[in-house]
């Protein structure tokens, strides 16, 4: 059995059925054997009131002797010894919350069962386990201070801290979100995600980190070109990461928090605007020097023209992506308009011959498809029949494309005008401009225009 399916056992499922659940289940008591012997003996005056690490007092006078000593090790356990990894709402009527802890156990509160439910096989008994009542004084935490100010009573199988069950402290706190800031553990609010999709997500969120500045995508193709020797080490180390994250999703829950997405977002972006400047600086270098070797990478127009369109897909994909993800797509198609923009505006100021001035002796194409970029990327039918960038801006939120970019875009437009732009391309980017115009009127009416009534 997996450690994942461990902590997800239901009530019938925490009973020892296992080797494994037998031996760590008398690890446990073993555990709290050589605990209570370490520790005095509480003089029979006070036996039946323990303090916890927290401060607050616990009646366990209906205990006997064995729970008395189980329960003052989990009372008296600080948060060093035993740590929450995350917490997650099951949903259910009535709701049901379970608390992943590490060494592989969870506690279940709620749902079906009238007390709490630990994988750990000590409190197959009916009586609570130290886990048990650890989770029981941090929750009391939240309960009112009139209540948490006296000896509060403590109910053998956990079910009940001062006659108040632990489900009904949650949901008394305003929910299981509450409760997680208070103990500032990790709320899991997203479904499970299959193995596949936990490798997929580890690799979106490394990938910000990769040293070649490679795309998300290009580190998922097989043989990519970007495996040198430190990005090697790097797929190393992401694939360690990915292992830690399929077997503890604490541990992935705890990532997705450290690489956030708009942290992801703001760093694809970078690699995309180095890249486009990039690719045109290696179609300049190429002009200039020819394909000579060099250090730094050069492209002639036909290859700086494939490698612009690779980033205009990936910018198209990658917002694409984030809208399925339910992503703030407003903030993201800002960008990916910029990328689509200056990518556009590159291209337009690239309109002649690439080659019409070169000394380095190499016989230069005399079609204009192959020496000038704007013929090739804009002034040529393309071969999908999808215009370049266009199809990919028009596919963004027109009034965020026009609100932010208006400028440039008129910009672009009067220069298509004056080149000789193909009639159907120069169709589609009016079309785009005018649904934008159209489409954002009514907040840029000016200060004195009101809008109607709805």
Not at 84 to 89: E, G, L, P, Q, V
Not at 105 to 124: F, H, L, M, T, V
Not at 294 to 313: F, G, I, W
Request: aromatic fraction near 6%; glycine fraction near 6%.
């Amino acid at each position: 059995m997996s450690a994942e399916q461990l902590s997800k056992l239901t009530l019938g499922e925490t009973m020892v059925t296992t080797r494994a659940g037998a031996a760590r289940a008398q690890r446990v008591l073993e555990q709290e054997s050589a605990a209570s012997q370490a520790s005095q003996a509480p003089s029979p005056s006070s036996s039946s009131i323990i303090e916890a690490s927290s401060g607050r007092k616990y009646d366990v006078s209906t205990f006997d002797e064995r729970l008395r000593k189980r329960a003052a090790i989990g009372l008296k356990t600080d948060d060093n010894a035993i740590r929450i990894k995350y917490c997650k709402d099951l949903g259910g009527e009535p709701s049901r919350y379970m608390f992943y802890i590490y060494d592989d156990i969870s506690i279940s509160i709620g749902g079906e069962n009238d007390a709490p439910q630990c994988s750990c096989g000590a409190n197959a008994d009916q009586k609570a386990c130290k886990h048990i009542f650890w989770m029981l004084d941090r929750l009391a935490e939240a309960t009112p201070t009139s209540i948490k100010t006296q000896n509060m009573l403590l109910a053998e199988d956990g079910s009940t801290v001062q006659e108040i069950g632990p489900e009904e402290i949650i949901n008394n706190s305003g929910g299981l979100g509450q409760v997680a800031n208070g103990l500032r553990c990790i709320l899991q609010d997203s479904a499970d995600l299959e193995v596949s999709e936990v490798e997929t997500e580890v690799a979106d969120m490394l990938s910000a980190f990769e040293p070649s500045g490679a795309l998300p995508s290009e580190l998922k193709e097989p043989g990519s070109p970007f495996l040198n020797e430190t990005s090697l080490k790097y797929r190393a180390f992401k694939n360690l990461l990915t292992k830690y994250a399929i077997e503890d999703r604490g541990f992935l829950i705890e990532l997705q928090h450290c690489i956030n997405a708009p942290f992801q977002t703001q760093v694809f972006f970078q690699k995309i605007n180095d890249r486009v400047t990039q690719a045109f600086q290696a179609l300049d270098d190429y002009v200039s020097d020819g394909p000579s070797p060099s250090p730094t990478k050069k492209l002639d127009v036909a290859n700086c023209a494939t490698e612009l369109q690779v980033l205009v897909h990936a910018v198209a994909d990658y917002h694409n992506q984030q809208e399925d993800n339910d992503s703030d797509s407003a903030k993201i198609a800002v960008q990916a308009a910029a990328a689509l923009v200056k990518i556009l505006d590159g291209v337009i100021e690239r309109d002649f011959d690439a080659y019409m001035n070169t000394t380095w002796g190499a016989i230069a194409p005399e079609d204009p498809s192959e020496n000038n970029l704007f013929v090739c990327l804009i002034g040529s039918p393309p071969d999908d029949g999808r215009p370049f960038v266009l199809d990919a801006l028009a596919d963004l939120p027109h009034d965020e494309v026009l609100r932010n970019h208006w400028d440039a875009l008129s910009i672009i437009r009067s220069r298509l005008e004056q080149k000789k732009t193909p009639p159907e391309y120069m169709a589609v980017f009016n079309s785009i401009v005018a649904e934008s115009k159209k489409r954002a009127a009514p907040d840029n009416g000016g200060s004195s225009s009101k809008r109607p009534m709805q």
